[in-house]
C-alpha cells in the first residue's frame, strides 16, 4: 500500500518561510521523482516544484528564488522550503510521486495572510 504524508503546512504572515515535508511508503522513493502540486480555490492544480530521481529539479515561474525542492532518500522524504511566502501562495499543496504510477498525498493547507 503506497502513502504520501504530507506536514508543515499552516498559517503564515506574507514574507514569512514555510517548510513542507512528504513522507513516502510502498514505493522505492529513490527510484520515483517527486513533486509538488498546489491547488487554490476556484483554480485548477499546478505543479509547484519538481525533482527527479537523479536529483534534477523545476520550478514554476510563480515561485523560483523563493522556493527549493529538495530529497533525502534515506529517510523517503521531500521536501518543499518556501520563503518570501506571498498570498498567492495560499492553497493545499500536495505531494506526488511518479515512475510508472502517480500517487498522491492527501494534501496541507498553506494559507499566507496578515
Known amino acids: 500500500q503506497v502513502q504520501l504524508v504530507e506536514s508543515g503546512g499552516g498559517l503564515v504572515q506574507p514574507g514569512g518561510s514555510l517548510t513542507l515535508s512528504c513522507t513516502a511508503s510502498?514505493?522505492?522513493?529513490?527510484?520515483?521523482?517527486m513533486g509538488w502540486y498546489r491547488q487554490a480555490p476556484g483554480k485548477e492544480r499546478e505543479l509547484v516544484a519538481h525533482?527527479?530521481?537523479?536529483?534534477?529539479?523545476n520550478y514554476a515561474d510563480s515561485v523560483k528564488g523563493r522556493f527549493t525542492i529538495s530529497r533525502d532518500n534515506a529517510k523517503n522524504t521531500v521536501y518543499l522550503q518556501m520563503n518570501s511566502l506571498k498570498p498567492e501562495d495560499t492553497a493545499v499543496y500536495y505531494c506526488?510521486?511518479?515512475?510508472?504510477?502517480?500517487?498522491w498525498g492527501q494534501g496541507t493547507q498553506v494559507t499566507v495572510s496578515s
Open positions: 506526488n510521486a511518479r515512475k510508472y504510477y502517480s500517487y
Open positions: 510502498g514505493i522505492i522513493f529513490s527510484m520515483n521523482a
Open positions: 525533482i527527479t530521481s537523479a536529483g534534477s529539479t
